[in-house]
Protein backbone atom coordinates (compact mmCIF):
# COMPACT_ATOMS: atom_id res chain seq x y z
CA UNK A 1 0.00 0.00 0.00
CA UNK A 2 1.59 3.52 -1.09
CA UNK A 3 1.41 6.08 1.32
CA UNK A 4 0.49 9.53 -0.03
CA UNK A 5 3.46 12.35 0.37
CA UNK A 6 2.32 15.15 2.64
CA UNK A 7 3.13 18.44 1.42
CA UNK A 8 4.85 19.97 4.31
CA UNK A 9 3.74 22.37 7.05
CA UNK A 10 3.69 25.64 5.89
CA UNK A 11 4.15 29.25 7.70
CA UNK A 12 3.48 32.70 7.98
CA UNK A 13 6.25 35.07 7.90
CA UNK A 14 5.28 37.89 10.14
CA UNK A 15 6.63 41.63 11.09
CA UNK A 16 5.52 43.32 14.16
CA UNK A 17 4.91 46.43 15.71
CA UNK A 18 7.38 48.31 17.89
CA UNK A 19 7.57 52.43 18.52
CA UNK A 20 11.15 52.74 17.29
CA UNK A 21 11.67 51.17 13.80
CA UNK A 22 11.35 53.83 11.34
CA UNK A 23 8.39 53.40 8.59
CA UNK A 24 10.90 53.56 5.74
CA UNK A 25 13.09 50.37 7.46
CA UNK A 26 10.19 48.33 7.61
CA UNK A 27 9.61 49.07 3.32
CA UNK A 28 13.54 48.34 3.18
CA UNK A 29 13.37 45.54 5.11
CA UNK A 30 9.92 43.88 2.99
CA UNK A 31 11.84 45.19 -0.64
CA UNK A 32 15.50 43.50 0.66
CA UNK A 33 14.38 39.73 2.60
CA UNK A 34 10.69 39.33 0.55
CA UNK A 35 11.36 40.76 -3.04
CA UNK A 36 8.89 43.68 -2.54
CA UNK A 37 7.92 46.33 -5.05
CA UNK A 38 7.63 49.86 -3.30
CA UNK A 39 3.92 49.80 -3.22
CA UNK A 40 3.19 46.30 -2.15
CA UNK A 41 6.24 46.86 0.57
CA UNK A 42 4.70 50.02 2.19
CA UNK A 43 1.14 48.57 2.18
CA UNK A 44 2.58 45.91 4.73
CA UNK A 45 4.26 48.42 6.54
CA UNK A 46 1.06 50.23 7.01
CA UNK A 47 -0.93 46.98 7.98
CA UNK A 48 1.84 46.56 10.44
CA UNK A 49 1.99 50.40 11.55
CA UNK A 50 -1.81 50.62 12.19
CA UNK A 51 -2.83 46.41 12.66
CA UNK A 52 -0.01 45.54 15.51
CA UNK A 53 1.58 42.87 12.09
CA UNK A 54 1.39 41.88 8.62
CA UNK A 55 2.21 39.26 6.71
CA UNK A 56 5.14 39.01 4.91
CA UNK A 57 4.58 35.87 2.80
CA UNK A 58 4.12 32.00 3.49
CA UNK A 59 6.96 29.47 3.76
CA UNK A 60 7.81 26.10 4.24
CA UNK A 61 9.23 25.87 7.83
CA UNK A 62 13.08 26.00 6.95
CA UNK A 63 12.45 29.34 4.62
CA UNK A 64 10.50 30.71 6.79
CA UNK A 65 12.90 30.35 10.43
CA UNK A 66 15.81 31.41 7.69
CA UNK A 67 13.68 34.32 6.69
CA UNK A 68 12.56 35.49 9.87
CA UNK A 69 16.21 35.66 11.73
CA UNK A 70 17.61 37.32 8.58
CA UNK A 71 15.59 40.19 9.31
CA UNK A 72 15.67 40.31 12.94
CA UNK A 73 19.54 39.92 12.56
CA UNK A 74 19.56 42.70 10.04
CA UNK A 75 17.41 45.13 12.42
CA UNK A 76 20.06 44.74 15.30
CA UNK A 77 22.64 45.40 13.10
CA UNK A 78 21.17 48.88 12.27
CA UNK A 79 20.04 48.82 16.34
CA UNK A 80 16.09 48.24 15.49
CA UNK A 81 13.56 46.46 17.84
CA UNK A 82 12.09 45.12 14.88
CA UNK A 83 10.63 41.75 15.44
CA UNK A 84 9.79 39.28 12.65
CA UNK A 85 8.58 35.94 13.34
CA UNK A 86 6.93 33.03 11.75
CA UNK A 87 3.42 31.59 12.64
CA UNK A 88 2.23 27.98 11.41
CA UNK A 89 -0.60 28.29 8.77
Request: negative net charge; charged residues 20%.
Amino acid sequence: MEHALQPPSMYKVILNNDDFTPMDFVVQVLKKYFSFDEEQATQIMLDVHFHGKGICGVYTAEVAETKAAQVNIYAREHEYPLLCTIEEV
